[in-house]
């Protein structure tokens, strides 16, 4: 891969999630600071993703690999999804803003797969070559946080106008992108083309089904984090808040560097068991930390973002790598994807929207804060008895023992 289109994927790398990260992350603190939408709305708004995130693979499927070529696709979706960010960031009642947020997620969440098929395309070795492109991604996110912290953007509209018009931006730099037609499959698309029975067949081993139903219940206090962190952060005084969780995105590349060192030490097990536990000492950091005395609990939350995702879904990643048989790798690593940030956070937008609505505390100006104490030792108790669950049940003494693939630190980052 010459320089120069090196240089092209990475730039559509940052700007993909840029876009992602400039409305996403403290869409609670608006909803809830200017709005006044509940913690349940909150939620239901949050988890549009993981609707996406449910279609995303069929509609891959049916336009990456038979129809249209990728990057007009891509572009055509940003360009849409740019008028639906600006649209919502007009409404002020939620049924008209959940359904273009809506309407909005299932035009973006392809793309995460779209902008990562296209960029293997153009690669003639992806595990030499993808890792050091896709870290940009994290470096949008980083951009869009520190951006609208430092501006102090975070209960405005104005986050979701900021990705609306790097959306379009995004749209228009789609059609320079290199040329990448359909790959000409033929057969009807249906489930099983998308996740075929073979691959479904690998959750007949103890181990991976095990494997994928830890994944799918981690998932659920997972998007506690996603959903409500900003706001929680801004209540409980953070000044800055959306540039200081930039910091669980910096975490996240520095241990991803790091996974084949602990993976060789550790083994599948105990990685993910740590992922786990990462995530329960992360909300009890929230659930006692505070801006005077303890402001570092809420720094060692924040930090715990690197060991919480790369070493339980990474690894994971890796695991199905070694489990799948090479023909049914993708497969097996869409239907975990289709489990996880598809079933697993739509139920967990659900479940900790009504947590954090039955935790509202209304104050004397008619706002509403929260005992967020009880919601994060909630979450995190949930993450204790997934992690019990899983030492008690989970045993791959094979997969233990054998060494990651040497572009472990190329694995695709979902922030």
């Not at 951009?143 to 959306?167: C, D, K, N, Q, V």
């Not at 479940?351 to 994060?376: C, D, E, F, K, M």
Request: glycine share 8%; with cysteine.
């Amino acid at each position: 891969m010459n320089f120069s289109l090196r240089i092209r994927l990475s730039f559509m790398m940052l700007l993909e999630y840029f876009i992602w990260g400039a409305w996403y992350v403290t869409l609670g603190t608006w909803l809830a600071t200017s709005l006044h939408f509940s913690g349940q709305q909150i939620g239901l708004a949050a988890g549009t993703t993981a609707v996406g995130a449910i279609i995303a693979p069929f509609f891959v499927g049916l336009i990456a690999d038979r129809l249209f070529n990728t990057q007009r696709v891509l572009a055509l979706l940003h360009i849409a999804g740019a008028i639906l960010l600006y649209v919502a960031s007009l409404q002020t009642s939620f049924l008209p803003f959940y359904g273009i947020v809506l309407a909005y997620c299932l035009c973006f969440m392809p793309t995460l797969a779209l902008t990562n098929s296209l960029a293997f395309r153009q690669m003639k070795d992806p595990r030499e070559q993808f890792g050091s492109i896709r870290v940009l991604g994290s470096g949008g996110w980083i951009l869009a946080g520190l951006l609208i912290g430092t501006l102090r953007l975070e209960a405005t509209a104005t986050p979701m106008r900021l990705a609306a018009a790097a959306s379009l931006l995004m749209g228009i730099y789609c059609f320079t992108l290199p040329d990448t037609p359909p790959l000409a499959k033929t057969e009807r698309l249906s489930l099983a083309s998308v996740f075929p029975r073979e691959a479904l067949n690998l959750l007949r081993e103890r181990s991976m089904l095990v494997f994928a139903i830890a994944s799918f219940l981690i998932c659920i206090p997972l998007q506690f984090y996603y959903a409500f962190t900003n706001l929680f952060l801004n209540q409980a005084g953070v000044r800055n808040a959306a540039g200081k969780m930039t910091g669980g995105q910096i975490s996240e590349v520095i241990c991803m560097i790091l996974i084949p060192w602990f993976f060789r030490r550790l083994g599948v097990k105990y990685m993910l068991a740590a992922g786990m536990l990462a995530w329960i000492a992360r909300y009890i950091f929230f659930a006692y930390g505070n801006v005077d005395s303890r402001m570092w609990m809420l720094w060692a939350g924040i930090l715990l973002h690197g060991i919480c995702y790369d070493f339980f879904f990474v690894t994971g990643q890796i695991y199905i790598d070694r489990k799948a048989p090479v023909n049914l790798r993708a497969s097996a690593q869409g239907l975990i994807t289709f489990i996880t940030y598809g079933i697993g956070m739509f139920v967990g937008s659900w479940l900790s929207g009504a947590v954090v609505n039955h935790y509202a505390l209304p104050t004397a100006q008619g706002a509403l804060t929260y005992y967020w104490r009880a919601i994060w030792l909630f979450s995190g108790s949930a993450s204790v008895i997934v992690l019990l669950l899983f030492l008690l049940t989970f045993s791959d003494k094979q997969a233990d023992t054998v060494e990651p693939f040497p572009a472990a630190e190329g694995a695709s980052l979902q922030i």
